[in-house]
C-alpha cells in the first residue's frame, strides 16, 4: 500500500500548479493526475455535473489504486469533497479559497478572491467566508473566461492581460490589498498579475498549503513511501496531452503524459 500512488485530479492542466508543490514536498512518492479537460471549465456547471465528474475521476484513481487523493481543483472541493470523504475510503485533501491568511494579514481590512461561479456560490465557500472574515470586507470576482483561455494555452497573451485588468479594476477601486487566488489554473497567471496589480497587493495561493497538509496526512496514516525505488509520474488528459505537457516543462523526473478517454 505506502508504495502506491497519490491520485490527483482537476478539471485540467490548473491542478499541476498543485502538483508541482507535492512533488517538492514530498519527492519520494509516486503520483497519478487526471486533467479532465474535456469537462473544463467546472465552474460554470451545476453543482450535480461537478459531483458526477469528481466521483468519475475519483474511481479512475481507485481503480488504479491510489492510496491517497488529491483535489487539486477548488471547484471540485467545495462542491464535491464532503460526498466524496464520506463514500470512499482512502484520505481527500481538498484546496479551497486561502481567506484565513489573507484576512489575518489585510490592513485595509478589504480582500479579494478571484474564483469560479462553482467555488463562489458553494456553500463550504460561504461558511469559510463567514468564519474567518469578521471585520473584514470580501470582494468576491468570477473568473469568467480565464479557465478556458489557460486551457488552451493562451497565459501570456493580451486577451489574458485585458480580461484580468477589468476583473480586477472594481476590487482595486475598494482597496483590497490581498488577492486570494481561488482556482488552481490562477497561479500561472501570477507573472501577469504581478504586472497588473500594485506592489502593496499581496498575491495569496494555497498550493505549498496543500502540499504541506498532504505530508501530514500522509504521516498520520502511516502511508509514506519507504520503497528505494525511483517514483514515477503518470499524467492522463482526455483532450489534447501535448497541452498539458507544457505545463510540464519545467518538472525534472520520471514522468508520462498520455491519452485517455475518461
Ligand atoms: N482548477 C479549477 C479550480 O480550482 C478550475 C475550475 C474550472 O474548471 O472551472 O477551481
Redesign the pocket.
Known amino acids: 500500500m505506502n508504495g502506491n500512488s497519490i491520485g490527483v485530479f482537476?478539471?485540467?492542466v490548473?491542478?499541476t500548479s498543485i502538483w508541482k508543490e507535492i512533488h517538492k514536498c514530498l519527492p519520494n512518492e509516486s503520483t497519478i493526475y487526471l486533467a479532465d479537460s474535456k469537462?473544463?471549465?467546472?465552474?460554470?456547471?451545476a453543482e450535480e455535473k461537478i459531483l458526477g465528474f469528481s466521483i468519475k475521476n475519483t474511481e479512475l484513481l481507485l481503480d488504479r489504486k491510489c492510496k491517497l487523493i488529491v483535489v487539486?481543483?477548488?471547484?471540485?472541493?467545495?462542491n464535491a469533497i464532503t460526498y466524496l470523504r464520506a463514500n470512499y475510503d482512502v484520505p481527500f485533501i481538498g484546496?479551497e479559497p486561502a481567506i484565513k491568511p489573507a484576512a489575518l494579514h489585510s490592513r485595509s481590512k478589504t480582500i479579494g478572491v478571484l474564483?469560479?461561479?462553482?467555488?463562489l456560490t458553494s456553500g463550504l465557500f460561504h461558511s469559510t467566508s463567514e468564519n474567518y472574515a469578521n471585520g473584514i470586507r470580501i470582494l468576491e470576482q468570477e473568473g469568467k473566461g480565464l479557465?478556458s483561455l489557460i486551457?488552451s494555452g493562451k497565459v501570456n497573451s493580451k486577451e489574458v492581460q485585458e480580461l484580468l485588468e477589468k476583473l480586477l479594476k472594481p476590487m482595486l477601486d475598494q482597496s483590497m490589498d490581498h488577492l486570494v487566488l481561488?482556482?488552481?489554473?490562477?497561479p500561472y497567471l501570477i507573472p501577469v498579475l504581478t504586472k497588473i496589480l500594485p506592489s502593496h497587493v499581496k498575491i495569496i495561493d494555497s498550493g505549498e498549503a496543500v502540499a504541506r497538509q498532504t505530508k501530514a496526512i500522509l504521516n498520520q496514516y502511516d502511508l509514506q513511501n519507504t520503497s528505494l525505488q525511483t517514483p514515477e509520474h503518470q499524467f492522463y488528459s482526455n483532450t489534447d496531452e501535448v497541452v498539458l505537457e507544457r505545463f510540464l516543462k519545467d518538472v525534472k523526473g520520471n514522468l508520462k503524459v498520455d491519452f485517455i478517454d475518461f
Do not use: F, M, W
Not at 469537462?39 to 456547471?45: D, L, N, Q, S, V
Not at 487539486?72 to 467545495?78: E, H, S
Not at 481561488?182 to 490562477?186: A, E, K, M, R, S
Open positions: 482537476d478539471s485540467g490548473g491542478g469537462h473544463a471549465p467546472y465552474g460554470e456547471k487539486a481543483c477548488n471547484t471540485a472541493t467545495t484546496i474564483a469560479t461561479k462553482g467555488t479557465v486551457e481561488g482556482c488552481t489554473h490562477y
